[in-house]
């Protein structure tokens, strides 16, 4: 045993995994903190620089776009740099573009910034959930991961309650502000983290892999870790399998998951909330950021509940249940639009479809497009197949936020939700015949059924 290995030995902690999940986890804090902020921000922006439906879309989804650019260059950086030094590198571009936004003097200026910030968010959405499954335990691999959506969500609450204790004043800036203290947590929590032993091994440092291995999970487990891990290495020429004709039924639940997951219309309801309810009668920015706070807890909770029953129901009775639910509270939402109620009841019947339409996402396509892209992806494309995914999710994303407002001035909220509403419809349909069911079923029998030529529905049991 070298002095190395016996100081790695020394070091380990069965805790330590989730340590190291935890600290990474704050890029899904940053994430949800940085995209949801705006929507309470939002109000006082539009007011501040007189702007336009256009500008108010712009002002939301320039963080969307950098999120896209981001997303899109990870796969190559997190290969170059590493996983855990790009984080390091992001949490400093989170900082930089979070204090330029707070001191904006004008819409360019901070929707600039926005997309700095943007950029960090989608190198971190990519990052962070790889970086997490490469220190992860196996027998833990599939709900440390989700513990990043749970932290998406807890961004989300965090984001809500600085823009309710900032409603009041109006101090807009602030409300962004608060983004440098996830961001300084995360630069310095990362700085003490070891590098990925994957990504070690997959630069050939193979002595220095095999140490961390051994400091995360002790000696015994280390040695089965790094014997998968031998067996994986043909990411060169990742971008020609995944044109492949047999990858078709894995990119069909990609391309399907990332477009559903946007497309069904949750950012609407997490950026623009106070809006929303400002529409449906909460007088005041005060009160719709107060409700748009409930709705950002109960996104917590059902994430909660649904984590351990990703794999004790499977994923297809979540999101065909999911799917449906999501339709007819939609639906109901946008049929109050068309109704001329009491306003107290309009309020009440409002606040309580969208707390549906909430639980239904946060219980199935919320986390479940982070948990079954990779899985349907083969070890050897899971990289750059990922960072396909979640570029096209920020892609659809920013469209979906750049739309909205216009949708709103030509459809009115009643015809706007409609369309949400049968788009979840239509997801259900597509998780009937093209989702498969892949609870409890190994990675190595998905990637066998896809190289056999199965369609997307039985590529799992
Ligand atoms: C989605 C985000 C969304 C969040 C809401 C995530 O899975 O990718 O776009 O804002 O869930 O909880």
Request: with cysteine; aromatic share 12%; glycine share 10%.
């Given at each position: 045993?070298?002095?190395?290995?016996?100081?790695?030995?020394?070091?380990h902690?069965?805790?330590?995994?989730?340590?190291?999940?935890?600290?990474?986890?704050?890029?899904?804090?940053?994430?949800?903190?940085?995209?949801?902020?705006i929507?309470?921000?939002?109000?006082?922006?539009?007011?501040?620089?007189?702007?336009?439906?256009?500008?108010?879309?712009?002002a939301v989804?320039?963080?969307l776009?950098?999120?896209?650019?981001?997303?899109?260059?990870s796969?190559?950086?997190?290969d170059?740099?590493?996983?855990?030094?790009?984080?390091?590198?992001?949490?400093?571009?989170f900082?930089i573009?979070?204090?330029?936004?707070?001191?904006?003097?004008?819409?360019?200026?901070?929707?600039?910034?926005?997309?700095?910030?943007?950029?960090?968010?989608?190198?971190?959405?990519?990052?962070?959930?790889?970086?997490?499954s490469?220190?992860?335990?196996?027998?833990?691999?599939?709900?440390?991961?989700?513990?990043?959506?749970?932290?998406?969500?807890?961004?989300?609450?965090?984001?809500?309650?600085?823009?309710?204790?900032?409603?009041?004043?109006?101090?807009?800036?602030?409300?962004?502000?608060?983004?440098?203290?996830?961001?300084?947590?995360?630069?310095?929590?990362?700085?003490?983290?070891?590098?990925?032993?994957?990504?070690?091994?997959?630069?050939?440092?193979e002595?220095?892999?095999?140490?961390?291995?051994?400091?995360?999970?002790?000696?015994?487990?280390?040695?089965?870790?790094?014997?998968?891990?031998?067996?994986?290495?043909?990411?060169?020429?990742?971008?020609?399998?995944?044109?492949?004709?047999?990858?078709?039924?894995?990119?069909?639940?990609?391309?399907?998951?990332?477009?559903f997951?946007?497309?069904?219309?949750?950012?609407?309801?997490?950026y623009?909330?106070?809006?929303?309810?400002?529409?449906?009668?909460?007088h005041?920015?005060?009160?719709?950021?107060l409700?748009?706070?409930?709705?950002?807890i109960?996104?917590?909770?059902?994430?909660?509940?649904?984590?351990?029953?990703?794999?004790?129901?499977?994923?297809?009775?979540?999101?065909?249940?999911?799917?449906?639910?999501?339709?007819?509270?939609?639906g109901?939402?946008?049929?109050?639009?068309?109704?001329?109620?009491?306003?107290?009841?309009?309020?009440?019947?409002?606040?309580?479809?969208?707390?549906?339409?909430?639980?239904?996402?946060?219980?199935?396509?919320?986390?479940?497009?982070?948990?079954?892209?990779?899985?349907?992806?083969?070890?050897?494309?899971?990289?750059?197949?990922?960072?396909?995914?979640?570029?096209?999710?920020?892609?659809?994303?920013?469209?979906?936020a750049?739309?909205?407002?216009?949708?709103?001035?030509?459809?009115?909220?009643?015809?706007?939700?409609?369309?949400?509403?049968?788009l979840s419809?239509?997801?259900?349909?597509?998780?009937?015949?093209?989702?498969p069911?892949?609870?409890?079923?190994?990675?190595?029998?998905?990637?066998?059924?896809?190289?056999?030529?199965?369609?997307?529905?039985?590529?799992?049991?």
């Open positions: 045993m070298t002095i190395e290995q016996s100081s790695a030995s020394s070091q902690s069965s805790m330590y995994p989730f340590v190291i999940a935890a600290i990474a986890a704050v890029a899904g804090i940053l994430f949800g903190f940085d995209t949801g902020v929507s309470g921000a939002i109000l006082f922006i539009k007011t501040q620089f007189a702007l336009s439906d256009s500008l108010v879309g712009m989804g320039s963080v776009v950098g999120a896209l650019l981001g997303a899109a260059l796969s190559r950086c997190s170059y740099w590493g996983r855990r030094n790009l984080l390091v590198i992001t949490s400093i571009i900082l573009g979070t204090v330029f936004s707070a001191f904006a003097t004008s819409v360019w200026m901070l929707a600039g910034f926005r997309l700095i910030v943007g950029f960090a968010i989608g190198i971190a959405s990519y990052t962070a959930p790889l970086y997490i490469e220190i992860a335990p196996v027998q833990w691999r599939g709900a440390l991961v989700s513990l990043n959506q749970l932290a998406i969500t807890i961004g989300i609450v965090l984001s809500y309650v600085v823009d309710v204790s900032y409603a009041s004043s109006g101090n807009w800036r602030m409300m962004l502000g608060w983004g440098v203290l996830p961001a300084a947590i995360l630069f310095i929590g990362m700085m003490f983290l070891p590098k990925s032993p994957r990504w070690l091994f997959l630069k050939g440092e002595d220095q892999a095999r140490e961390n291995l051994i400091r995360i999970h002790g000696r015994s487990a280390a040695a089965k870790e790094f014997s998968e891990m031998s067996g994986v290495q043909e990411e060169k020429k990742a971008w020609g399998v995944l044109r492949k004709e047999w990858m078709r039924p894995a990119l069909v639940v990609v391309i399907g998951l990332a477009f997951q946007q497309w069904t219309g949750i950012n609407t309801i997490i623009y909330a106070p809006t929303i309810f400002q529409m449906t009668g909460f005041g920015p005060t009160a719709a950021i409700a748009t706070l409930g709705i950002g109960v996104n917590v909770l059902a994430t909660i509940v649904a984590l351990p029953l990703i794999d004790r129901w499977g994923r297809r009775p979540l999101l065909i249940m999911g799917s449906i639910g999501m339709g007819i509270s939609l109901l939402f946008s049929i109050l639009f068309t109704m001329h109620s009491a306003e107290g009841a309009m309020r009440v019947l409002a606040f309580l479809s969208l707390v549906g339409y909430i639980i239904c996402f946060a219980m199935s396509l919320g986390p479940l497009m982070w948990v079954m892209i990779p899985e349907v992806l083969p070890l050897s494309v899971r990289g750059v197949g990922s960072g396909l995914g979640v570029a096209l999710s920020w892609a659809f994303n920013a469209l979906v750049f739309m909205f407002p216009i949708l709103l001035g030509l459809l009115h909220p009643a015809g706007t939700f409609l369309i949400f509403s049968l419809f239509a997801c259900f349909v597509y998780v009937w015949f093209l989702i069911e892949t609870k409890g079923v190994s990675l190595e029998k998905i990637e066998s059924r896809l190289r056999a030529g199965y369609k997307s529905r039985d590529l799992g049991c």
